[in-house]
């Protein structure tokens, strides 16, 4: 089964290009999601995370405060470094897992971070969602609770938008209509479906 990475700096639209994916029936293992998963309340990953930063992260109900989080691993490199720890190698685990019960021609395995967590390894393809990153900051700031100093550096965090692209395998700009990037997307289905069958 071909593996293909998406990737894509934060606010590129990977989550729309995969929705996209998802209407043609292509199976996606998407890291965010089984992210969250981890840190489910009563999750074992959830509690580790407790006794690294403190109640501060932990909601009243006992749920994964995110805004504090994010406000201090992007603020304490060494704190982003401690959680990166602690989750990447789970996710990557639960990723492995979900490709072996897999049975299609192709599937999408979204990673945010597949550059920065040197996880190119794990697929066949690299496709980058890329938009620019005045683009990338206006859709952010439309977003709830996100200042522009965060948003800054987390951009800041991530690898550059030249590097993105150089090491893309397909690439989608994403400041098109979305029939548009429908057609993109179709354009680069046929492709995995005919790379696939050899």
């Not at 603020?75 to 996710?91: D, F, G, R, T």
């Amino acid at each position: 089964m071909l593996r293909i990475g998406l990737t894509g700096g934060i606010g590129c639209g990977k989550t729309t290009v995969t929705n996209i994916f998802e209407q043609l029936k292509v199976p996606i293992i998407d890291a965010d999601i089984i992210s969250h998963q981890l840190v489910a309340v009563g999750q074992p990953a959830l509690l580790q995370i407790k006794e690294l930063f403190g109640d501060l992260v932990i909601k009243p109900d006992n749920s994964l405060n995110r805004p504090a989080l994010r406000n201090i691993i992007f603020n304490k490199p060494e704190y982003k470094s401690q959680l990166e720890n602690l989750l990447h190698p789970l996710i990557y685990k639960q990723i492995a897992e979900e490709i072996k019960l897999l049975n299609h021609a192709y599937c999408i395995i979204s990673v945010p971070l597949l550059f920065e967590t040197q996880m190119t390894d794990l697929v066949d393809r690299v496709l980058v969602i890329d938009c620019s990153v005045e683009e990338q900051i206006n859709r952010l700031l439309s977003r709830e609770g996100m200042s522009l100093e965060t948003i800054n550096a987390i951009i800041d965090h991530q690898v550059s938008r030249d590097y993105r692209i150089s090491h893309a395998d397909d690439l989608i700009i994403n400041t098109e209509t979305h029939d548009k990037l429908a057609e993109e997307v179709k354009k680069l289905h046929n492709l995995y479906l005919s790379i696939s069958s050899h």
